[in-house]
């Protein structure tokens, strides 16, 4: 019943801008914890960025830290992550993640911790 689905993928330039969305349904997107992984060719998925109940309370890998921003819309059921300044190693399939969080769950940066996975959209940065 839960089901997340990735949109915004695409080609850039360097230096270029690009929203990925993230729409879910099943669930309330501000009742579960929301996050952003990526993989490129022959790496492990990595964290990316999460958000929790408490709209203010986002985290960011440090790779893209001060370049990404995530946020979501409550009305739409949608989370979204803008993504700015582009590098070509930010070229990855981004997957969207949700999980039911509490206290003593695994920790936000582990896939393992993460119950629902979008399909992914794939993002590729040209130099």
């Known amino acids: 019943q839960v089901q997340l689905v990735e949109s915004g993928g695409g080609l850039v330039q360097a230096g270029g801008s690009l929203r990925l969305s993230c729409a879910a349904s099943?669930?309330?997107?501000?009742?579960?914890?929301m996050g952003w992984f990526r993989q490129a060719p022959g790496k492990e998925r990595e964290f990316v960025s999460r958000i929790l109940w408490s709209a203010d309370n986002t985290h960011y890998a440090d790779s893209v830290n001060g370049r990404f921003t995530i946020s979501r819309d409550n009305a739409k059921n949608t989370v979204y992550l803008q993504m700015n300044s582009l590098k070509p190693e930010d070229t990855a399939v981004y997957y969207c993640?949700?999980?039911?969080?509490?206290?003593?769950?695994?920790?936000?940066?582990?896939?393992?911790?993460?119950?629902?996975w979008g399909q992914g959209t794939q993002v590729t940065v040209s130099s």
């Open positions: 099943g669930f309330t997107v501000s009742s579960y914890a």
């Open positions: 993640a949700a999980g039911p969080f509490g206290r003593y769950s695994g920790h936000y940066s582990y896939t393992s911790s993460w119950s629902y």
